[in-house]
């Protein structure tokens, strides 16, 4: 088991960015996939991004705007979000694949 815990959202206008943090427990070194979800009002949760070794994943939505990564050394996977919409407001999830390993989340509000 690992415990997430996710950083980094707010509120932001359309067309600004905004990266979120999820900060594991231990080592990922041997947590071989890790993914980004979003929880929007009324609707359910969806899988946004994730990645697995060098494969990374975008919903058709999110692609060519938000970008997944992966820092080992500081157990620790980003998600980088620009031009964003306000259809991207959402609680956002850290989530180990396989697992019931998710995070608190984080708040996104893109809002003018």
């Known amino acids: 088991q690992v415990q997430l815990v996710e950083s980094g959202g707010g509120l932001v206008q359309p067309g600004g960015s905004l990266r979120l943090s999820c900060a594991a427990s231990?080592?990922?070194?041997?947590?071989?996939?890790m993914g980004w979800y979003r929880q929007a009002p009324g609707k359910q949760r969806e899988l946004v991004s994730s990645i697995s070794g060098t494969v990374t994943y975008y919903t058709d939505s999110v692609k060519g705007r938000f970008s997944i990564s992966r820092d080992n050394a500081k157990n620790t996977v980003y998600l980088q979000m620009n031009s964003l919409k306000p259809e991207d407001t959402a609680v956002y999830y850290c989530?180990?694949?396989?697992?019931?390993?998710w995070g608190q989340g984080t708040q996104v509000t893109v809002s003018s």
């Open positions: 231990r080592s990922i070194l041997d947590i071989p996939a």
């Open positions: 989530h180990r694949p396989g697992s019931g390993d």
